[in-house]
């Protein structure tokens, strides 16, 4: 009796083991973190002191990287750097500084140039969980235009629109009149109300293939968007036909908590491309200037961390 005890405590103890997500990355771009040139973007390299991270010998089956659809001088339209700037509780910290100073006028596709660290996984990705610290431009609410956007973009249907993070399913080659890139994809935004002018949270998936059309979304008009102020963002993406799951929270607060379909459709595919931070924006934020924001704290899990409140 004792020895069936035993083995059947061990196999407890073996799932509860083996079911805990895995911490993957986890940085605060502090103290010998670095930046190169990548192609047309930017990578990381280097030891982050602060995390006892090593760039080098990430395990992160897949690529992390800055890119912008800037041409072939990126750099006159777009900046990313390693700042000592002002973090939350008023510390000095090393955040990354990100900007888009112009639309890059030339790309064949019609475009709007944006700057984002994304990751592109080696194999299938069907869960995980990223956690990161960002602050906004003091001048949000002045540089985001009141009206529509543009007849390029007003599949967006929205008045003023800033997307933070993207998940997405490659090209499936489908696509009828050019009308998307991407099988489907989960776009996080902040937009404005265009009766009230306060800005909002957004969630939406869309099936651009093989024509343009959105799945579901949800809107949260109660959360605050924090201008000019560090805020923690966390979201959680589960891929499946059925059961799938995607929460968002911000400061703590849950912003939404979707459940059901997270992939496309009729013709599901492998996610192969997870935008953790972005700045992408209506072509019209850049008749008012550059656009920018810093991030600080990136971690990114297999799914919810052990302690998190998520965790049931």
Avoid: C
Wanted: aromatic letters at 16%; proline letters at 5%.
């Amino acid at each position: 009796m004792k020895k069936y005890l035993i083995t059947f405590l061990f196999s407890i103890l073996v799932i509860i083991t083996f079911s805990q997500s895995q911490l993957i990355l986890k940085t605060g771009f502090e103290e010998n973190t670095f930046l190169k040139v990548s192609g047309k973007g930017h990578q990381f390299f280097g030891y982050d002191k602060s995390t006892n991270f090593s760039w080098e010998n990430i395990e992160l089956n897949g690529r992390l990287k800055f890119f912008y659809l800037a041409g072939d001088e990126p750099g006159n339209f777009v900046e990313t750097t390693i700042d000592k700037v002002v973090g939350r509780k008023d510390k000095p910290t090393s955040a990354i500084y990100m900007s888009v100073k112009m639309d890059f006028p030339y790309d064949k596709f019609g475009n709007v140039t944006r700057n984002e660290l994304s990751y592109f996984p080696d194999s299938a990705l069907t869960e995980g969980y990223v956690a990161v610290w960002i602050k906004l431009q003091d001048d949000f609410l002045e540089k985001a235009p009141k009206t529509k956007a543009s007849k390029q973009l007003d599949y967006y249907q929205l008045d003023s629109w800033r997307m933070l993070m993207e998940i997405k399913e490659p090209n499936s080659g489908i696509s009828k009149k050019g009308r998307g890139t991407n099988n489907y994809r989960i776009s996080f935004f902040i937009a404005r109300d265009s009766t009230t002018n306060k800005m909002y949270w957004l969630l939406r998936a869309e099936s651009p293939q093989p024509v343009r059309k959105i799945d579901w979304e949800i809107e949260n008009k109660m959360v605050e968007v924090p201008i000019g102020e560090w805020f923690k963002m966390e979201a959680y993406f589960k891929k499946d036909k059925k059961n799938g799951r995607v929460w968002w929270a911000v400061n703590n607060q849950q912003v939404a908590n979707y459940e059901g379909r997270t992939e496309h459709p009729d013709n599901p595919m492998p996610v192969k491309f997870w935008s953790f931070v972005k700045l992408y924006q209506d072509e019209k934020w850049f008749e008012n200037g550059p656009v920018f924001q810093w991030i600080d704290d990136l971690e990114f899990w297999t799914g919810f961390p052990p302690s998190h409140p998520q965790v049931n």
